[in-house]
């Protein structure tokens, strides 16, 4: 695994060194995952590069220095605790409904020593009430489709803000379905960019979404409509 990942890191122009840190985030959640569902992944070349590579590319997508970034359903800490492992000059706040993900996050972000992270155990849609355009970034993987994804997310960002989605390379239909939602909610996607994960043939991609204007006081909705009648 550590070859895997001082390479890939090499490639994608981030820290090489910091390769075993994030090896032993991979062996945090290898071993918890023995005794709670935290991921399918589990041969470790794969979850080299599926999870912490894949999380790692987001780095090149957006200027994150001195930002507040929130990971919204970040599940394992995905793509959370890599980018706040490979970097630290941003606030960091990991949000999940799943209280028992939450505890491991704490458990792990402790152990790896990680500061300026929050581990939040919270429905997106609810904390949303608290936290409104609070965050520069929102990122997020493997959570919802996106006209979803977006109630769930762009109420958290403020005006000038951006959501970087990270989608799979196929996701064109889903992104035709969420335009409407995504200018009801004041986004405005500006960038689509797919990558290769390295030593890989997989390609995944990054939906940027500007906050161009504040979300209307009515959304995000509860979860029952926002699922039942998606934007
Ligand atoms: N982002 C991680 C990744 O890429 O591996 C986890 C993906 S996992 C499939 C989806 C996660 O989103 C779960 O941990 C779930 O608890 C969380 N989730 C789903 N809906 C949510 C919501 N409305 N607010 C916060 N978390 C949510």
Redesign the pocket.
Known sequence: MLDILRAGLAALGLDPTKAESLAAFADDVLERNRVMNL?AITEPADFARL?LLDSAALLNMADFSGKRVV??????G??GVPLRILRDDFDLTL????GK?IDFLREACASLSLTRVDCVH????EFAAAQREHFDIAV?????ALPVLCE?CLPLVRVGGQFLAMKSARSDEELDAARHAIGTLGGRVVRVTDYEIPDSDVTHRVIVIDKVSPTPAKYPRA?GQIKKKPL
């Not at 990971?71 to 394992?76: K, L, M, Q, S």
């Not at 919270?122 to 849609?125: F, I, K, L, S, T």
């Not at 997020?140 to 919802?144: I, K, L, P």
């Open positions: 991921t999870h990971d919204v359903g970040t599940g394992a995905f793509p949000l999940d409904s799943t993900r919270a429905r997106a849609e997020s993987r493997a959570v919802a769930l979860f």
